[in-house]
């Protein structure tokens, strides 16, 4: 029995039609705000675009080959990530079919109005169809974020503490040790709080009452309460979070090493002591999706840090060129075919 929550009739209304409508219209909205935003700097910046243009027409192909083949262990990666929670959840499915369906749903993601959205149902949807049960498939990919986040975040913190205090940006950095520590701190609060049993028997009184009449509700609870048992079942003992703690870290400095061999295929300086600052922060910019495959935003912040740790303008938008086209433009023809082959495929065994 599939743990997905019921849909309505063929004739009935849809709920979420007016929701899904809105994400469509934002997308192309976003989609236009960045095509003329991309407009109007390309004709306020022409002589560092021919700059970029130049440097990239030398661009050192080999060490070029070096900066995609980090780009695909990065992939990998997280795939292996992603395996290694469902199996710790008792679904073995192999490595290549992880890999073919995060590359699959990383397209969907970057390229479709609601791209997270859709990509995270047909992730679940892909795992089904090869035996993986709803709730395995959602605690694992939610457990995945997890563990992406809190890495990337001591990332964030280590770039920080690395950079020069007396540095350019001097309050950025603090900035950014202000706030890991204000979370962290929030974080040390709500785990105190949960602690308090008469506060867990408060909130489970509240959080039964909200399904108490309403079956749709009471659907939508019984799926996280499976999505949560399976969290709880598939965590290991805290040795064990130590191989997805790294792989998430090989996802992580194989992307940051991907920035940096752009620049060294280019035959610049890696601002290093802002460098590490710089990637976390606007990977965490990007995480917001305020544009389709963060278009526009990811680009203007990560050639704005670039040029305050000492970039010519020239040089810094030409190394964010060259690393978006490796991180993002071409893995959106690859993550279709992948994203066609897995849809297409027919799995031996499959869930009813």
Known sequence: MSGLPETAGPGA???DAPRRAWRRYAWWI???AVAVAGGLFALTHRRELDAALRLLHRVDLDRLAVAGALEAVSVVALAALERWLLRAAGSPVRLGTVTAITTGANA??????GGGVLSLGWTVRQLQRRSVAFATAAAALAAAGAVSIVVLVLLLTLGALVADPAGPAPGLREGVLLGVASAAALGLVLAALSLWPRLRRAGARGWRGL???????????????????????????????GRPLLLSALNWSCDAGCLAACLWALRLPVPWRGFLLAYTLIQLLGSLRVT????????????ALLVVYGLPASQAIAATLLYRGLSFWALQPIGWACWL????????????
């Not at 389709?292 to 050639?303: H, V």
């Not at 082959?341 to 009813?352: D, E, I, M, N, W």
């Open 13 to 15: 209304p849809d709920p």
């Open 30 to 32: 976003s989609a236009a």
């Open 108 to 113: 969907m993601s970057g390229a479709l109005p």
């Open 211 to 241: 399904g108490a009449g309403r079956p749709g509700v009471a659907r939508f609870q019984a799926s996280v309460e499976g999505i949560g048992r399976e969290l709880h079942r598939l965590g290991p003992d805290p040795r064990g979070w």
């Open 292 to 303: 389709p495959g963060s278009l526009g935003i990811t680009e203007a912040s990560l050639t």
């Open 341 to 352: 082959g897995v849809t297409l495929h027919r799995p031996k065994a499959s869930t009813a």
